[in-house]
């Protein structure tokens, strides 16, 4: 889990035996590569002999966390849809689970988020995360809790779904204010993803700073609310 190794590796240099391929942060993981986050080696995570190994409940798979269990590794889960859950489990996860202690980029996280200064008003948005299928963000997401707090009023947050998949021309009938594209897990881009949205302010966005629970905390809010505030004082008929 990319901002789960960020957590640990920023916390505590060399404490990483392993990492998924898509762990990027910090720059220079030397740490054994064992696969993606649905298809990991559980072979080669044995052979490593950890003391502990770190998993998130959305991104990772329980049939593989069973195997690690069954084989006497300890797994530590995360489960994280709110801002205050992130805080709370990422301290337990680094002083109960791993022993060090409270790092302090938790605390400056803690405090970035205390002084967040939301748009002017609430924006009705969409919030889309993948592409063919359009799929957006629904209710009980941590990205769509950082959003609401920089003053982002997802237009799907009462759908049942967590990330329901919607067709683009009800995406444009629910007559959003602004889109809200990241470049991950789909990568959006000025010439990928506006243009679906004619008319609509378009504010690409960190996609680490949204949704990564770990250092990037600390920068997210700063980050993210230039980004969001660029964008909505940009006329829309000047371009994505």
Request: charged share 25%; net charge negative; with cysteine.
């Amino acid at each position: 889990m990319p901002s789960l190794s960020e957590a640990v590796a920023a916390s505590a240099p060399g404490l990483l035996a392993g990492v998924t391929d898509w762990c990027t942060h910090p720059a220079g993981l030397t740490a054994e590569r064992i696969g993606g986050t649905k298809n990991p080696d559980v072979r080669r995570i044995l052979a490593l002999a950890p003391d502990l190994v770190v998993a998130n409940d959305e991104e990772n798979r329980r049939p593989d966390l069973d195997a690690l269990r069954a084989a006497g590794v300890p797994v530590w889960v995360t489960d994280i849809r709110t801002l205050e859950q992130a805080f709370g489990s990422l301290d337990r996860l680094l002083t109960l689970g791993c022993g060090l202690p409270r790092p302090a980029w938790l605390d400056a996280a803690e405090a970035a988020w205390a002084g967040v200064r939301p748009l002017p008003r609430p924006l009705r948005a969409v919030v889309p995360v993948w592409r063919r299928p359009w799929m957006v963000l629904g209710r009980d997401t941590f990205a769509g809790d950082l959003l609401r707090r920089l003053g982002v009023e997802l237009l799907h947050a009462g759908h049942p779904d967590r990330y329901p998949a919607i067709p683009l021309p009800e995406l444009l009938a629910a007559e959003p204010e602004l889109v809200v594209l990241p470049d991950e897990p789909y990568r959006f881009t000025a010439a990928d993803g506006p243009e679906a949205f004619p008319g609509v302010p378009a504010a690409l966005v960190s996609g680490r700073h949204l949704t990564w629970y770990g250092p990037s905390l600390a920068e997210a809010p700063e980050v993210l609310a230039a980004q969001l505030d660029r964008r909505v004082r940009q006329d829309p008929s000047d371009g994505p």
